[in-house]
């Protein structure tokens, strides 16, 4: 007869430890953690999910990027676990915090570019996480990018576009741009929109800020890839309850051009979809190397 266990209640403090809990269950834990611990009016928490190949960690991320009372989160701080481990700061309901809105109220629109961010992250890591820096740094011919090269233009691009948008996103705010959708864009944003996505449609040569550099590390530029791709994540949930068509975004690459908000969040993840394309044609090449 198979023993029957009584459950143990695990005290909610300030530090979770992911190492007793079994891997299927992680993401359940993980979730039920934020809600006791935000249910407690805890406000700085200490995750621990070990560094191992990052599977762990980027699950606990993706639970805080769609978790509405997060505030913000990062890695520890060297002596606290590094990379091991994840700080989280939650909104605190009791002051007039203005609370990060939950992924189901996000809308349709920004619920949809959420989901293009996570699957853009999946993509990358499985493109590139294996491979080793003679595959990463491997060109199908002189002037063609390599996959190390593909993931740094991101990596330079989507630094600089985040910036702007949070910008605009705190303009937004402050103005009170407020706004529930759907939002109708202009016919030439979305016809530019519509030429970003794969497969490439025509040839641009990059800006001298975006052009990246010809060797890379691939564990650096997949991390810095990472940090990117969280930032724009939380981006979008900063975006909810925004007037995406009314707030404008500068570009990067000219003065004369601005994006409305809601399309240049689109943009962003578009153009990755764009690369990643590009850089999976490279690993596929017959003569890229095994």
Known sequence: MEEQYE???????????????????????????????????????????????????????????????????????????????????????????????????????LSDLAALYEAVLYDAESLAAKLSKEQFNWREQPGRWSVGECLDHLCRLDGLYAGRISKAIERGRREREFGTGPFKYGWLESYMLRNIEPPAKFRVKSPKAFRPAPEL?????????????RRLRELVREAAGLNLRRIQVSSPVTKLWKWSLGVALAACVAHDRRHIHQALQVKAHPDFPR
């Open 7 to 109: 459950p143990v209640e695990i005290p909610i403090t300030d530090v979770f430890d992911l190492h007793s809990i079994p891997p299927r269950n992680a993401k359940d834990a993980v979730e039920a953690y934020l809600e006791e611990a935000h249910r407690k009016g805890l406000k700085a928490l200490r995750i621990i999910h070990g560094r191992g190949i990052g599977v762990q960690r980027e699950m606990v991320r993706r639970v805080l990027s769609r978790t509405g009372f997060v505030k913000s989160f990062s890695d520890a701080p060297v002596e606290a676990g590094g990379w091991g481990a994840t700080i989280v700061t939650l909104y605190d309901e009791r002051t007039k915090e203005e609370p990060m809105i939950a992924a189901r109220e996000l809308g349709e629109e």
């Open 217 to 229: 590390d691939p564990k650096e530029t997949l991390g810095r890839f990472r940090t990117h791709n």
